[in-house]
């Protein structure tokens, strides 16, 4: 079967860095994403890994390591508006049906 | 911008009704989803479709159907709803080939009575 795996819940101070991890195991592998979802919105897009190693995007960075079906998402100097829920998902294939995570709800404390 | 445009933010319909859930993307994809999010259970994939007329079900099609009759237009039906089909629901679309990221309208709040 397909499974992806994250934390329900981390907390942090403003100005900490947080590290959310995600383990997968997916019929196929084209790519693994993080997306920022605040509470009754959509999600929005952060980042994608497809090869092994380091994606950094400022404050933001995504690691992959394929052989071990494991990425994380790295936030730093966190501030009180990245408090959100942070979803991990795979592309299996090429025709984009996204397995997801559950997500990680991450609270941003003063 | 890339746009996925839900007509309908916050519904609220009685069990049994028939609803409509109605979505257009602006960016020419050929993948368009359904899928259904709830507390603790992330988010679970209804209805897929690949191209006009073509539909393919997800995980949790029960209860479900769709309409897939233009590119643009993705639409969700709910023939008999259901207290258990309450839930927030998303639509997204995907350009087919590979490393493209999925794009979300943002989403439809359901309340069945």
């Known amino acids: 079967g397909q499974n992806i795996d994250q934390p329900t819940e981390m907390t942090a101070?403003?100005?900490?860095?947080?590290?959310i991890n995600c383990t997968y195991q997916t019929s196929g592998f084209n790519g693994l994403f993080w997306y920022?979802?605040?509470?009754?919105?959509?999600?929005?897009?952060?980042?994608?890994?497809v090869l092994d190693g380091l994606e950094e995007k400022g404050r933001f960075s995504s690691f992959l390591s394929r052989s071990k079906g494991y990425s994380y998402l790295l936030l730093k100097e966190l501030q009180m508006k990245d408090s959100a829920s942070y979803l991990c998902a795979v592309n299996p294939d090429s025709w984009g049906k996204f397995q997801f995570g559950a997500g990680t709800q991450v609270v941003v404390t003063p | 911008d890339v746009k996925v445009t839900q007509s309908s933010r916050y519904l609220v319909k009685r069990t049994g009704e028939k609803v409509f859930l109605e979505c257009?993307?602006?960016?020419?994809?050929?993948?368009m989803f359904w899928y259904r999010?709830?507390?603790?259970?992330?988010?679970?994939?209804?209805?897929?479709?690949?191209?006009?007329?073509m539909k393919e079900k997800g995980d949790i099609p029960e209860?479900?159907?769709?309409?897939?009759e233009k590119k643009e237009r993705f639409s969700l039906i709910l023939e008999s709803a259901s207290t258990n089909q309450t839930s927030m629901y998303l639509c997204a679309s995907v350009r087919q080939g590979e490393g493209n990221t999925i794009y979300f309208?943002?989403?439809?709040?359901?309340?069945v009575v």
């Open chain 1, 13 to 19: 101070t403003e100005g900490a860095i947080v590290q």
């Open chain 1, 36 to 49: 920022q979802q605040h509470a009754g919105e959509a999600p929005t897009f952060l980042s994608y890994n």
């Open chain 2, 24 to 31: 257009v993307q602006d960016m020419d994809h050929e993948n």
């Open chain 2, 37 to 53: 999010q709830d507390p603790g259970l992330g988010l679970r994939l209804i209805y897929f479709s690949y191209d006009v007329k």
């Open chain 2, 63 to 68: 209860g479900y159907s769709v309409s897939r």
């Open chain 2, 105 to 111: 309208g943002e989403g439809s709040w359901l309340t």
